[in-house]
């Protein structure tokens, strides 16, 4: 007599497993590419018919669109959030420097760029890559506006600083995929160094990394991003400007 016990196969939600569908197509999309994210290859990573993700994405258009929304807004919320706890806007902008260096951001830095060139021939990516856009140009603005709020920065212009600083961030993450050792300081600090300029902070206010800011890298295994090198990847919001 047999004693094994078949496996009851627990049935998800839509929302659950739509979700899911989501969240798969993001991780391939930072590892391998929006080219690679198909209905067949998620199909193949959830271990299920494609038949089951066409029904949620008749098309892999769709599925692009949503894979690379889902990735972009993960990096906004992680580098931006916008319920910001204790801290001061100096230090959040700091935090923003901090944690968009390195080579941890290099992947997201790629996916900005990819989503650019593949927007030109897929509308519905176009649109996701200008809402995108649209959400870090808000939420840098909405930091600056409180840190002017606050006496801390200074500009006539919060919503122009911001894509000024966003400019230079994506200009630099365009190189994501090119050695960028042999930069000079005031190349690797050049995101740092207008941001400074035009909120008339002092020179090296916005190098240090906050407390804060260390210990959720050290949490996400980015640990070893150096402050003083940062903004070398930039994080491909604007990179099409």
Same mark, same amino acid.
């Given at each position: ?11 998800? +939600?839509? &929302?659950?497993?739509? %979700? /899911?569908?989501?969240?798969? $197509? @993001?991780?391939?999309? =930072?590892?391998?590419? !929006? ?23 008749? +098309?892999? &258009?769709?599925?692009? %669109? /949503?894979?690379?929304?889902? $990735? @972009?807004?993960?990096? =906004?919320?992680?580098? !931006? ?161």
């Amino acid at each position: 007599m047999s004693s094994s016990v078949q496996r009851k196969r627990i049935r998800k +939600s839509p &929302e659950a497993r739509r %979700a /899911e569908i989501v969240e798969s $197509a @993001a991780r391939v999309a =930072l590892t391998e590419g !929006l080219e690679c994210v198909t209905l067949r290859r998620i199909a193949e990573e959830l271990d299920v018919r494609p038949g089951l993700i066409s029904h949620y994405f008749p +098309s892999a &258009e769709e599925l692009v %669109a /949503e894979a690379f929304a889902t $990735a @972009a807004t993960g990096e =906004l919320d992680a580098l !931006l959030p916008a319920d910001r706890g204790d801290g001061t806007p100096t230090e959040y902008l700091a935090r923003y420097f901090a944690l968009s260096a390195g080579e941890a951001y290099d992947d997201i830095s790629r996916l900005w760029i990819n989503a650019r060139h593949l927007s030109r021939y897929r509308p519905l990516l176009r649109d996701r890559v200008a809402e995108q856009e649209l959400a870090s140009d808000d939420r840098l603005e909405g930091l600056i506006r409180d840190g002017v709020a606050r006496g801390e920065f200074r500009t006539d212009d919060p919503r122009a600083t911001a894509i000024q600083i966003l400019v230079v961030l994506d200009g630099l993450g365009a190189h994501a995929n090119t050695d960028r050792s042999n930069r000079p300081e005031a190349v690797t600090r050049m995101a740092l160094t207008t941001a400074e300029r035009e909120l008339a902070l002092p020179s090296g206010t916005l190098d240090a990394k906050p407390p804060a800011a260390a210990a959720e890298s050290d949490a996400d295994g980015d640990g070893e991003a150096d402050a003083g090198r940062a903004t070398d990847t930039g994080t491909g919001t604007h990179a099409g400007a």
